[in-house]
């Protein structure tokens, strides 16, 4: 499937190892991710050397073209509160995946969207397993 | 008019007392600001006794009902994020203002929505100038 993997970028990169670990599973499991260079590091600075209007364009064409958007939450960020928002809006089936502990803003968790699942993880191989259980009903 | 005014709740409040200068000055100025105690200290701790679905349920009404939506954008917000997409999705003029230096979201930044101003603001008097400027435009 074609996976739009939201993660923080401007909002902060104190998950990274988990959003490499995700966008490595899903790529391992056969998964076209066009945003897996997002959980790269040192993606912060490759960015920030882009047009604002490019990489709002290049990300909205994605999320336009992707079967899901499956999102890591566990970081604030305005960037993937406005893609779920953008991707829910055009119907794309959402997960929102959050480090079990950390509070997830109320506009995500309680959202009744049919669309969005909210769900935390403990580890990434958890987080790949809920994805797996995820990705079935989202087709 | 009837203003939105989306700031970070559960993503930090390091911007707190900038939230309440330009609910004050909007107040003030005779406007409705229905989530004005949004910006209250100890806001986090009420709000975390309300079920998420009625606080969602809550805030997208208000979004509907309003003129216009301004957000203080300077901490990073998945609730702000997608109330932005939100509003851009049914029409609303928005506002989103920064404390200058601060990095934006590209998904806000780089949004070309005609019906989206993005600035930055150095005191909340600045702040509200911009508002003031900008309100008009939006009736």
Redesign the interface.
């Given at each position: 499937m074609n996976i739009y993997f939201a993660c923080?970028?401007?909002?902060?990169r104190e998950f990274e190892s988990a959003y490499q670990s995700i966008v490595r599973a899903l790529t391992e499991a056969g998964h076209e991710v066009p945003t897996a260079h997002l959980a790269e590091t040192g993606i912060t600075s490759v960015?920030a050397g882009?047009?604002?209007?490019?990489?709002?364009?290049r990300?909205v064409a994605w999320i336009r073209a992707c079967d899901v958007l499956i999102a890591e939450?566990s970081?604030?960020?305005?960037?993937?509160?406005?893609?779920?928002?953008?991707a829910l809006?055009i119907g794309k089936p959402v997960l929102a995946l959050y480090q079990r502990g950390r509070?997830?803003?109320?506009?995500?968790?309680?959202?009744?969207d049919s669309h969005l699942t909210v769900r935390p993880y403990q580890t990434p191989d958890e987080a790949f397993r809920i994805i797996e259980f995820f990705l079935p009903k989202a087709r």
């Open positions: 923080s970028i401007t909002g902060g960015e882009i047009h604002p209007n490019e990489v709002y364009e990300d939450v970081v604030p960020s305005h960037g993937v509160g406005y893609e779920i928002g953008f809006g509070k997830v803003s109320k506009m995500i968790s309680g959202n009744p």
